[in-house]
């Protein structure tokens, strides 16, 4: 009877760390909510923590800082969703504190334009400017509904049939990549000839994309989605960072729950840097965000 118990007891405790396991955060009370946290200094000014959970090889993730300049300045403008947001990535960011300041530069009726720029301290503690954004705010839900468009979702296979780290060795890359940790990528088997030596020289990237805590996206995580797949030069045969010069993102409708299909493409790579541009579709085939940016082309 004891061992019985005692089985029963064991059973239940499996359970019970399984129901935790599988509680998906939600909007607020995430991971990405708390590493994009700011908190009010003076009015403007914002001091923040970069997390080192979003590095990637040698710097803090483009999109992640995007997603912490975003969160600055919807609490300083009075709308609340980014439409457009275009940043200049001026020195690499590092993990560690940083401060934010905003600035209103015209608050209308239906849409509100501000700036902020990203610092941190060098050795010698004097500030140094990281990150500069131009953005303009307003409110998604207030959109009309009328939709004229010739775009498609990208055509790729479900999820269960595309590829993520777990499906195979990691390819050999140097640096970091603890924001892999803190996302959920299921690779179009297409665009993953990179990984294992054979990359289709197509400036192609196609994938499935989800937080890794089970948080639905919104307005604000789509900046961090345009810039989180691997880079279209890897399928191009170029290994290393590829640091982004200037993007911009356009945040088109709130998206509907669920995973995101993500499509990157790059048609000209000159004179050491290449463009590439992003579209974002939802679990209801919508085009929820585009971007387009300007990176410095790995060497090699």
């Given at each position: ?35 994009t ?105 207030a ?98 960072w ?10 088109r ?6 995973p995101?299909?993500v499509f ?6 000159a ?30």
């Open positions: 009877m004891a061992e019985a118990t005692e089985a029963v007891r064991a059973f239940q405790a499996v359970q019970a760390v399984q129901a935790v396991q599988t509680i998906q955060a939600t909007i607020g009370d995430s991971e990405f909510d708390r590493d946290a700011v908190t009010l200094r003076s009015p403007g000014v914002y001091d923040v923590e970069l997390s080192a959970g979003w590095t990637i090889l040698h710097a803090v993730n483009g999109g992640y800082l995007l997603a912490l300049l975003g969160r600055a300045l919807g609490d300083a403008l009075p709308h609340p969703d980014p439409f457009t947001v275009s940043a200049h990535y001026l020195t690499a960011s590092q993990p560690g504190p940083a401060v934010i300041r905003t600035e209103v530069v015209r608050a209308g009726r239906t849409l509100s334009t501000g700036q902020a720029a990203l610092f941190q301290y060098a050795d010698d503690g004097t500030e140094v400017e990281r990150i500069r954004v131009l953005a303009s705010y307003g409110d998604l839900a959109l009309p509904d009328d939709v004229r468009t010739t775009a498609q979702p990208p055509a790729m296979p479900d999820r269960q049939h595309c590829l993520g780290p777990s499906d195979g060795p990691a390819p050999e890359i140097e640096g970091s990549s603890a924001i892999t940790e803190r996302i959920d990528i299921k690779l179009d088997p297409a665009t993953v000839g990179w990984a294992v030596g054979a990359p289709s020289g197509k400036g192609e990237m196609r994938g499935w994309f989800a937080l890794a805590d089970g948080r639905d996206a919104d307005p604000l995580s789509l900046l961090l989605t345009v810039d989180a797949l691997p880079p279209t030069s890897f399928e191009l045969g170029l290994k290393g590829t640091p982004t010069v200037e993007l911009t993102a356009h945040i409708c709130r998206p509907a729950p669920g995101l299909r990157l493409t790059t048609r000209n790579l004179g050491g840097f290449l463009e590439e541009d992003a579209e974002v579709w939802d679990s209801a085939d919508r085009l929820v965000a585009q971007s387009r940016q300007l990176a410095k082309a790995p060497r090699g």
